[in-house]
């Protein structure tokens, strides 16, 4: 999953196709990480607990309902802070790209919060915002808009010239330049961003549930830990794993449905 | 004689000020009349596109006038249709949707603007991949869809910047001949910029050379050679001798050397 530290090389790049020897080999390799994870737990060199108890475990807590309540708890603060983020992203990132005078403005309180590391604000959110949704949300927010918002720009700052031109030529107003064509041309890259940012928001809620929440898959670790109860834990992450995969699929099938026109090299 | 079509008078172009400044064009006087259709050569960064790009409004001049049907140009506008080297189609376009982009500004109505894309991208022989991606076009097609897109509009001056340097000989050819036959029949202005002598040659009824550093007017050279031109025209003595001038005034200081 795309972590924050992958915006600067951010750009639309040829991906991964899924073809059916791709996934076999996936899944070849899924199944020998837990074949060496199961010989570990049966050889005894760790406490581990071993995939078996895990799945058990796993199936316990999907009958109880419990592992879907923090599914749906940390999903939910995901789509909404990302969702937040990204509607915000666009525009200022469009601003950016188009105003000289909005990027100069801007973009040096970007750069700066970037550089905090989102769960860093939490203190900070807690104190100032409360300490139910409203603080969690926020710093996810956070991380998705400060993702997508510099893809966005950078999308738009490389939007080729001779496009720009091309349509000025044919009668098209700034207005008109701006809606069908630098839009649809960054959309490969406000794409990318969209895909960082949702990498990064999923990052940012587990940890945050970590330190404050009283739901979630971190909130749920968290409490596993004070019981010692590694299946639980091994359970959260696992969810973790999945819906973390899961989303990043749905935005890149997205993504190439909506720019199948770019040429792949 | 009549007013000219397209007038540089005593154009200059400065790019950068202060100690950066750079003179890419001096003094360039020149007249294209209507309905001619002029060539222009010259050694790389002499300024052909610079003076192309300010005919066309996408750049100012810094002094002297650059005038349209007797009309300082102001900014670019669709009577003058821009064929860029580099194709530029819109790659999120269908080939259709990029021939009606022009349309749709001049607010025709989405079936009238299908009607008259799919009348010129019949001219250019592209009508079978109307609903194909620029992605899936040769580099020959792309640049015939450019030109179905620029001639869509209707404008009354052409300009095309190297529009077929980047294609094979025989493409370029083909694409030759189909300029000249289509100029034959609507004998709209055309200002053709080319690096390829042979090019200028065959297309022009003027050659006009500019010598570099800076960017200024070297000869025009008049091709005598009457139109319709075919393909026994690149091969006649006529042809041989202009195209002979051409070179020299274009490698003006080897041809002295020698
Ligand atoms: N935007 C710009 N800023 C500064 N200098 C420029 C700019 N555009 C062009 N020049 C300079 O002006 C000169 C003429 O450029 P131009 O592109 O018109 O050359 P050209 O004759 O079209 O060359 P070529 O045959 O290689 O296309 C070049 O020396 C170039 O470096
Ligand atoms: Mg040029």
């Known amino acids: 999953m795309s972590l924050i530290s992958d915006v600067e090389t951010a750009e639309p790049k040829r991906r991964w196709r899924w073809d059916p020897g791709n996934v076999a080999w996936g899944v070849l390799s899924f199944a020998g990480g837990i074949g060496l994870w199961w010989l570990a737990t049966v050889a005894g060199f760790s406490e581990l607990p071993s995939p078996w108890t895990v799945l058990t475990r796993m199936i316990e807590l999907g009958i109880d309902g419990q592992l879907w309540g923090d599914m749906y708890a940390s999903l939910r603060r995901v789509l909404i802070g990302f969702a937040l983020g990204a509607v915000l992203a666009v525009p200022v990132g469009f601003l950016m790209g188009w105003y000289r005078i909005a990027r100069v403005i801007i973009d040096p309180w970007i750069q700066f919060f970037r550089v905090i590391p989102p769960l860093a604000i939490i203190p900070l959110a807690i104190v100032t915002l409360g300490i139910d949704e409203k603080p969690k949300t926020f710093v996810i927010f956070l991380a998705a808009f400060l993702s997508a918002v510099v893809s966005t720009y950078q999308g738009v700052v490389s939007v080729d010239k001779t496009y720009i031109n091309a349509a000025r030529v044919l009668g098209a107003s700034d207005g008109t330049i701006f809606a069908r064509v630098v839009i649809p041309a960054s959309t490969p890259f406000i794409l990318v961003g969209f895909r960082i940012g949702l990498g990064s928001a999923w990052a940012t809620v587990v940890a945050a549930e970590l330190i404050a929440a009283q739901s979630g898959l971190g909130f749920r670790m968290q409490q596993a830990q004070l019981y010692y109860d590694l299946p639980t834990i091994f359970v959260s992450l696992v969810a973790i794993g999945i819906l973390g995969l899961l989303m990043d699929r749905i935005v890149v099938r997205t993504e190439e449905r909506m720019t199948h026109w770019q040429e792949r090299v | 004689m009549a007013d000219p079509k397209i007038a540089f008078r005593n154009v200059s172009k400065v790019f950068g000020t202060g100690a950066d400044a750079f003179t890419a064009i001096?003094?360039?006087?020149?007249?294209?009349?209507?309905?001619?259709?002029?060539?222009?050569?010259?050694?790389?960064?002499?300024?052909?596109?610079?003076?192309?790009?300010?005919?066309?409004?996408?750049?100012?001049?810094?002094?002297?006038?650059?005038?349209?049907?007797?009309?300082?140009?102001?900014?670019?506008?669709?009577?003058?249709?821009?064929?860029?080297?580099?194709?530029?189609?819109?790659?999120?376009?269908?080939?259709?949707?990029?021939?009606?982009?022009?349309?749709?500004?001049?607010?025709?109505?989405?079936?009238?603007?299908?009607?008259?894309?799919?009348?010129?991208?019949?001219?250019?022989?592209?009508?079978?991949?109307?609903?194909?991606?620029?992605?899936?076009?040769?580099?020959?097609?792309?640049?015939?869809?450019?030109?179905?897109?620029?001639?869509?509009?209707?404008?009354?001056?052409?300009?095309?910047?190297?529009?077929?340097?980047?294609?094979?000989?025989?493409?370029?050819?083909?694409?030759?001949?189909?300029?000249?036959?289509?100029?034959?029949?609507?004998?709209?202005?055309?200002?053709?910029?080319?690096?390829?002598?042979d090019e200028a040659v065959f297309i022009a009824s003027r050659v006009v050379v500019l010598a570099a550093r800076p960017g200024r007017l070297q000869e025009i050279i008049e091709v005598d050679l009457p139109y319709p031109r075919d393909e026994e025209v690149r091969l006649s003595p006529e042809f041989m001798e202009i195209r002979n001038r051409v070179w020299r005034a274009v490698y003006r200081r080897d041809a002295q050397a020698a």
């Open chain 2, 26 to 197: 001096r003094d360039l006087t020149l007249e294209i009349a209507d309905g001619e259709i002029v060539t222009v050569v010259g050694p790389s960064g002499c300024g052909k596109s610079t003076a192309m790009n300010m005919v066309a409004g996408l750049i100012p001049h810094s002094s002297g006038e650059v005038l349209v049907d007797g009309r300082p140009v102001s900014g670019p506008g669709p009577d003058r249709g821009v064929i860029f080297q580099q194709y530029a189609l819109f790659p999120w376009l269908t080939v259709r949707e990029n021939v009606e982009f022009g349309l749709k500004l001049q607010g025709l109505g989405r079936q009238e603007r299908r009607k008259r894309a799919m009348h010129y991208l019949g001219l250019v022989g592209l009508q079978d991949f109307a609903e194909s991606y620029p992605k899936t076009l040769s580099g020959g097609m792309k640049q015939r869809c450019a030109i179905a897109r620029a001639y869509a509009v209707n404008p009354s001056v052409l300009l095309m910047d190297e529009p077929f340097g980047a294609l094979d000989a025989l493409t370029r050819v083909t694409l030759q001949n189909q300029l000249l036959d289509t100029w034959s029949k609507d004998r709209r202005t055309v200002m053709f910029i080319t690096h390829d002598v």
